[in-house]
């Protein structure tokens, strides 16, 4: 517990998230993304055409033709330690769909059959998918922010739109990008931690499984996949037994935010997040790519010295 605390002490002395206007480039720079802080700037994204056009209606009526990849769970959990009755926990991957556009926003509005359905296709949808991001992307200045641009010095490495309902959740994780996460509709909840949580932080190597949905029934079976072990933090934040099982979580320093429709979080590399929707809720993010540099280096030796003691086998 020392050394997450000396490491916290040293690099994250100040774990409240300020919440203030767009700052300059230099601003940007020196207070946030060198010491790795994260900041939420309000009503960063209000002066994007979306704010105001992407209402369910819009979005319908001028783009409901168009087909978008969904992707499919039971439970909202996607990317995520599934634990199961009578076998080990297994790393297990949704299910991605082709929807229409219009069908997915029919389903949000009443749901048409069993599961939950998000769109968070990361793989920079709104460029790789043509049409569909093609015509989104005007709507969001081309998501990019002169100011997060200037700062880092490159233009973003992927563009992503999320649209979900209640209940989607993305579990525990760290990214190597710098995030800029912009809420168009609805609310989203962030549950963070900072990157020394990485000491305490417990992470299991996992066989890896997939959920297949019957198409006539709707019910959703795991189908493991031919791929080497995955590792991944089998903390929830939100299981309050969690606790208990993995005691050292006790010492993480819990940050919750939330971002309201028009607001703009910058989230920096390394930080550990889960994220959740309690309505519709849409949203569009830049990741641009970190630099190796000596916070990851530190990084990665807290993570060499966490695994010591929190890394378990699949066996255990």
């Not at 968070?120 to 100011?147: I, K, M, R, W, Y």
């Not at 973003?156 to 990008?177: R, V």
């Not at 962030?190 to 006539?216: G, I, M, N, W």
Request: charge should be negative; aromatic fraction near 12%.
């Amino acid at each position: 517990m020392s050394l997450l605390q000396e490491c916290r002490e040293l690099a994250y002395a100040q774990p409240i998230v300020e919440r203030r206007d767009p700052p300059s480039a230099i601003e940007f720079w020196r207070d946030f993304v060198s010491p790795n802080r994260p900041l939420i700037i309000r009503g960063g994204v209000c002066h994007w055409p979306a704010f105001e056009k992407w209402s369910l209606d819009y979005l319908q009526t001028h783009y409901g033709h168009l087909d978008v990849s969904v992707e499919a769970t039971p439970t909202g959990y996607g990317d995520a330690v599934l634990e199961r009755e009578g076998a080990e926990p297994c790393f297990v991957l949704p299910e991605s769909q082709r929807w229409t556009f219009g069908d997915y926003i029919a389903h949000l509005r009443r749901p048409t059959k069993p599961g939950v359905f998000y769109i968070s296709h990361q793989d920079s949808n709104l460029t790789a998918e043509t049409e569909f991001g093609a015509q989104l992307l005007a709507d969001v200045a081309g998501a990019e922010l002169p100011f997060a641009s200037e700062a880092f010095g490159v233009p973003p490495d992927a563009i992503n739109f999320w649209m979900g309902g209640a209940d989607a959740t993305t579990s525990l994780h760290k990214d190597h990008y710098e995030n800029t996460y912009a809420v168009l509709r609805g609310r989203k909840h962030f549950t963070l931690y900072s990157p020394p949580s990485v000491v305490v932080l417990p992470t299991r190597e996992l066989p890896t499984y997939q959920y297949v949905q019957d198409k006539a029934t709707g019910a959703f079976e795991v189908v493991q996949q031919d791929a080497a072990p995955r590792p991944w933090i089998v903390f929830d934040p939100e299981q309050p037994n969690h606790r208990t099982r993995y005691p050292a979580t006790t010492a993480l320093e819990r940050i919750d935010i939330t971002l309201e429709a028009g607001d703009l979080l910058y989230l920096p590399s390394l930080w550990y997040h889960q994220v959740g929707l309690d309505r519709v809720c849409i949203a569009v993010n830049c990741w641009y790519d970190m630099q190796y540099d000596v916070k990851y280096v530190l990084h990665q030796a807290l993570e060499q010295a966490g695994s010591l003691g929190n890394t378990t086998s699949a066996a255990d």
